[in-house]
């Protein structure tokens, strides 16, 4: 009893609406999750990122109750839900899948959990066009669903998981079949939705612009834990390893031996020359390995010539997309670095000698591994 | 399923036609002879004779021949609801089954189709004629005193017929039970339905084509199974089909017998349309 209360407390002063605590779980003898912690403050919206099979859904499925952790609790709105069923936890889900039932029209889909709370009929109509309309989908009450294209499918299942305002709801990559007009069109009015209802958001993409446009904090997974929990420019700028500098901020991993650093900046040198990168209070020495973050955008290069420090290399590979030219640098030691710049001209040509160098400032140490 | 092949090619055409040809021999053509033979006079002792008489068909509104209908009609929904639900349930938990097991469910319901249908229902006999292996067994255990002495009974008919139709029921709901995306169910447990909830909205919705499947793969054939009341009843169910019989072979009463198939043909078909009316409306099959 007295160990509720304290929960309760919690949630009341910190608002704390979920919290997960060391949750673990596995199939068949593979560990799935490791033992992931979150807390999770009342209307905030936090984003699940990282590569395909890291145990994203399977933390949602877990916090639904879809699935039951084989350690750990969940903790909702200060009550210990670990082994409650799905049906009593105030938590929706919008399915990766969709999961819409296709024997009901979409009226009967989205106002399916008002039914089963056994709402008047007139209520359940109103609160069906409301929904409806948040999805920009008004007058499609009568269709199907494989009536429906993929995106519409999509916005019916937000709408039916939003129907009844639950707590917290949960978001399986809910605009991944869309197309990127109509996905920063529903982005935009997803979080319109969620500042306006004040429901808790836990969202999972792929997209790292979709992690970083939308979340108050994101949380970078790997093989079912946690690399890093953070606010979007925490994970981008301040990477703590070198996975999240890469799957967030697409960063260039640099590695090397400390050597002349001092209290400011922490200089290295590899079998292709040497690099610098600021210090921010880390304790390393030298002769002790290092290992950089640089995003492609603050690599600049310049030609051997002009006697600038930095890691010697040769041009591989010139491309352009997205209002971004890209080069690739391959470097002496058989790594290579990308460099990215706005607009198309650049004078470099794949086969030129250059030396890839960037401002200390903009780059981070990262832990190797987590 | 509008599934239809053109079927406008040469060869094609030749390639159905003995198909065409066996159809309008043994099906249509006894068909179009039974309803001219229903139409006809009988012979004072064998055969017909050329008048044309409604006769046969009123003679069926006799109450003695009413009764055999309605009795049989009785016996077919018995039969129907208690094979449903034991049928439902028990494709239901096969189709759930791990794999392995479920292939060797599917064994042990196919098994018995390889033995003669008739040898099957004599060791029905075996276990329900009186002091047979179930009164001993449940006299052994001490919950019966007496025998029940269920051969020739009309439980003994009622679980005959289940004993036979069953296997249809439960692979027709198996098979549109292992269709089923467990997917919305989860979805509606999330969306706040009990196991019970979700069940009926859900997953009995989505199976319901195989279920009604499954009833008229059941109630079609209950009306005219006559063996199992041959001999598991004795003489004492008499449904249509014995009521054919017996005009048949026994009575020579061609024409009528002719009458009473064509009546019973008539509510078969009645049941078959009636199903395939639901079947469309309901759109059952519509999925994503
Ligand atoms: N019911 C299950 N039985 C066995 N293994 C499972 C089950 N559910 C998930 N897994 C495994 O757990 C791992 C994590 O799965 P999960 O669905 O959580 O990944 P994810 O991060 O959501 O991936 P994606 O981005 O591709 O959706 C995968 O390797 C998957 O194969
Ligand atoms: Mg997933």
């Known amino acids: 009893m007295r160990n509720k209360t304290s929960l309760e407390r919690l949630a009341e002063v910190e608002d704390v609406i979920l919290r997960l605590e060391n949750i673990k779980k596995s199939f068949d003898g593979v560990t799935v999750l490791n033992g992931i912690d979150l807390d999770v403050k009342r209307g905030e919206f936090i984003t699940l990122l990282g590569s395909s099979g890291c145990g994203k859904t399977t933390t949602l499925r877990i916090i639904g109750g879809l699935e039951t952790a084989d350690e750990g609790r969940v903790i909702l709105e200060g009550v210990d839900v670990t082994n409650e069923e799905p049906n009593k936890r105030n938590v929706n889900t919008v399915f990766q899948n969709y999961a819409l039932f296709p024997h009901m029209n979409v009226e009967q889909n989205v106002g399916y959990s008002l039914k089963i709370r056994r709402r008047s009929k007139e209520d359940i109509k109103k609160a069906v066009s409301d929904a409806l309309q948040m999805v920009q989908l008004e007058g499609y009450e009568k269709r199907m669903p494989n009536e429906l294209s993929g995106g519409q499918r999509q916005r019916i299942a937000i709408a039916r998981a939003i129907v009844n305002e639950p707590k917290v709801l949960l978001l399986d990559e809910p605009l991944g079949a869309l197309d990127l007009k109509l996905r920063r069109q529903m982005q935009i009015e997803l979080k319109r939705l969620q500042k306006r209802l004040g429901i808790t958001f836990i969202y999972i993409t792929h997209d790292q612009e979709e992690a970083l446009n939308m979340s108050d904090r994101i949380a970078v997974m790997r093989n079912g834990v946690f690399e890093q929990l953070g606010t979007a420019s925490d994970v981008y700028d301040r990477p703590r390893t070198s996975y999240v500098a890469e799957f967030v901020g697409s960063a260039n991993i640099i590695r090397g031996t400390a050597q002349g650093s001092d209290e400011n900046t922490v200089r290295f040198v590899n079998s292709c020359g040497t690099g610098e990168v600021s210090r921010n209070g880390a304790a390393i020495k030298d002769g002790e390995d290092v290992v950089t973050a640089v995003r492609s955008e603050h690599i600049d290069l310049c030609s051997p010539e002009s006697g600038a420090k930095g890691l010697r290399g040769t041009v591989k590979e010139k491309s352009f997309s997205g209002g971004m030219l890209r080069i690739e640098v391959g470097l002496e030691d058989g790594t290579s670095v990308v460099s990215s710049r706005h607009g198309i001209n650049a004078d470099w040509v794949p086969g030129d000698a250059v030396i890839a160098s960037w401002d200390p400032e903009k780059a981070v140490l990262v832990d190797l591994e987590g | ?288």
């Open chain 2, 1 to 288: 399923m509008k599934k239809k092949k053109a079927a406008g090619n040469g060869a094609f055409k030749w390639f159905v036609m003995p198909i065409y040809l066996f159809t309008l021999f043994f099906v249509i053509g006894p068909l179009i002879y039974m309803v001219i033979l229903s139409f006809l006079e009988r012979e004072e002792t064998w055969g017909v004779t050329n008048t044309f008489t409604f006769g046969n068909y009123l003679s069926i509104f006799d109450p003695i021949y009413l009764k055999t209908f309605a009795e049989s009609l009785r016996l077919a929904l018995i039969s129907t609801v208690l094979v449903a639900f034991f049928g439902y349930v028990f494709g239901y938990f096969m189709a759930k089954l791990k794999p392995r097991m479920r292939k060797m469910m599917m064994m042990l319901l196919m098994i018995p189709f390889w033995t003669n249908s008739l040898i099957r229902l004599y060791g029905w006999i075996i276990i329900f004629r009186a002091n047979g292996t179930l009164d001993s067994v449940l006299m052994a255990i001490g919950l019966i005193k007496e025998p029940l002495k269920l051969l020739y009974t009309y439980p003994a008919v009622v679980v005959g017929m289940i004993y036979a139709l069953i296997p249809f029921m439960i692979l027709s709901v198996y098979s549109s039970v292992e269709k089923m995306d467990w997917h919305l169910v989860e979805a509606a447990r999330d969306l706040g339905a009990t196991p019970a909830k979700a069940f009926w909205t859900v997953t009995f919705r989505l199976t319901l084509p195989g279920l009604l499947t499954g009833i008229i793969l059941t109630f079609v054939p209950s009306m005219g199974l006559f063996f199992i009341a041959d001999i598991l009843g004795g003489n004492k169910v008499v449904l249509v089909g014995n009521l054919i019989q017996e005009q048949l072979m026994k009575v020579h009463n061609w024409p009528f017998a002719a009458a009473l198939s064509v009546v019973l043909m008539l509510i078969m078909t009645v049941m078959i349309w009636a199903y395939r009316k639901i079947a469309k409306a309901d759109e059952l099959e519509a999925r994503l």
